[in-house]
């Protein structure tokens, strides 16, 4: 069974970084666009960032300039690099394999002002 685990959340001051990082077991890694999504307390879940599996990256608006996503198939890892981070950025981060319903269990990220 494919599972995703996320790690790499925790408490940072705004202006900080904070590298999340989401191992997908399976085959089904290298052949799929992976995403991050968040959200926020009292809001919906929403888009954060996507690469397909050629490695095209696209971002929100809200995160563009700011995050990074990449990824390692020879990990089955994707990573999601967030700098400068602001206090609305504030959230549960998941990740996800587009295409299928899986996603990860979540890992919080509190950015303190």
């Known amino acids: 069974q494919v599972q995703l685990v996320e790690s790499g959340g925790g408490l940072v001051q705004a202006g900080g970084s904070l590298r999340l990082s989401c191992a997908a077991s399976g085959s089904i890694f290298s052949g799929n666009s992976m995403g991050w999504y968040r959200q926020a307390p009292g809001n919906e879940r929403e888009w954060v960032a996507t690469i397909t599996k050629s490695g095209s990256t696209y971002y929100a608006d809200s995160v563009e300039g700011r995050f990074t996503i990449s990824r390692d198939n020879t990990k089955n890892t994707v990573y999601l690099q967030m700098n400068t981070l602001k206090v609305d950025d504030t959230a549960v981060y998941y990740c996800?394999?587009?295409?299928?319903?899986?996603w990860g269990q979540g890992t919080q990220v509190t950015v303190s002002s």
């Open positions: 996800t394999v587009f295409d299928t319903a899986l």
